[in-house]
Nanobody
Framework: EVHVAESGGGLVQPGGSLRLSCVAS???????????YAWFRQAPGKEREGVSC????????SYADSVKGRFTISKDNAKNTVYLQMNSLKPEDTGFYFC??????????????????WGQGTQVTVSS
């Protein structure tokens, strides 16, 4: 079973940038290249929402409308790490950001129910 761990959250002013990292590991040594990864976020009192996804197959990506043009998801297979570069941050981007993985190489989804391996999350706060 794959395990993921997020890092990189923090406090940033509106208009600023942050880069989140998600490191994946698998105890049995099975390659992680066949997993699709996604970022989700959850603000207090709100449901968890999909932010971005990157598939194992051909690196297809998907973004929520609210982050298109500002966020970029990428993956470094050699480092088993998925990144979320967040630029032009807004106060409404504040929330707890989670990384998730699914063992489906061609999956492109922002639906939380499609992912079964979740990290503990990292807090992102955008405030002046």
């Amino acid at each position: 079973e794959v395990h993921v761990a997020e890092s990189g959250g923090g406090l940033v002013q509106p208009g600023g940038s942050l880069r989140l990292s998600c490191v994946a590991s698998e105890a049995s040594g099975f390659t992680l290249d066949y997993y699709t990864y996604a970022w989700f976020r959850q603000a207090p009192g709100k449901e968890r929402e999909g932010v971005s996804c990157i598939s194992a197959s051909d690196g297809w990506t998907s973004y929520a409308d609210s982050v298109k043009g500002r966020f970029t998801i990428s993956k470094d297979n050699a480092k088993n790490t998925v990144y979320l570069q967040m630029n032009s941050l807004k106060p409404e981007d504040t929330g707890f950001y989670f990384c998730a993985a699914a063992p489906h190489a061609e999956l492109v989804s922002l639906n939380p129910v499609d992912f079964h391996n979740w990290g503990q999350g990292t807090q992102v706060t955008v405030s002046s």
